[in-house]
Nanobody, 127 residues
Framework: QVQLVESGGGLVQPGGSLRLSCAAS????????IGWFRQAPGKEREGVSC????????YYASSVKGRFAISRDNAKNTVYLQMNSLKPEDTAVYYC????????????????????WGQGTQVTVSS
């Protein structure tokens, strides 16, 4: 049974940092694209960042580029999202997702392309 479990969310002041983790079980993340998404109340789920399978090519939404960094540790079967210079508009539930099709450089921030999803972790940026 495939499971993705996010952790690392919480309450942080504007300008602060958080690191989210996405740990997988029942599925090896190595070679597969992983995406981070977020959904704020009353808004659609949006792509934040993704990383391709074999070559680890990274992609970012324009709203987070330069502030967030995605990385993966295949030995730990975990993908991370380092979030710096957080803003109140980053407040949302953050989800990780895995694509079950192997990729080399391809990754997408279209949520319909992903097959497995975690339960989400709340990130609140507020003073």
């Amino acid at each position: 049974q495939v499971q993705l479990v996010e952790s690392g969310g919480g309450l942080v002041q504007p300008g602060g940092s958080l690191r989210l983790s996405c740990a997988a079980s029942g599925f090896s993340l190595d070679g597969y694209a992983i995406g981070w998404f977020r959904q704020a109340p009353g808004k659609e789920r949006e792509g934040v960042s993704c990383i391709s399978g074999r070559f680890g090519v990274t992609y970012y939404a324009s709203s987070v580029k330069g502030r967030f960094a995605i990385s993966r540790d295949n030995a730990k079967n975990t993908v991370y999202l380092q979030m710096n210079s957080l803003k109140p508009e980053d407040t949302a539930v953050y989800y990780c997702a895995a694509d079950s099709t192997p990729t080399f450089v391809r990754a997408t921030m279209n949520p319909r392309e992903y097959d497995y999803w975690g339960q989400g972790t709340q990130v609140t940026v507020s003073s």
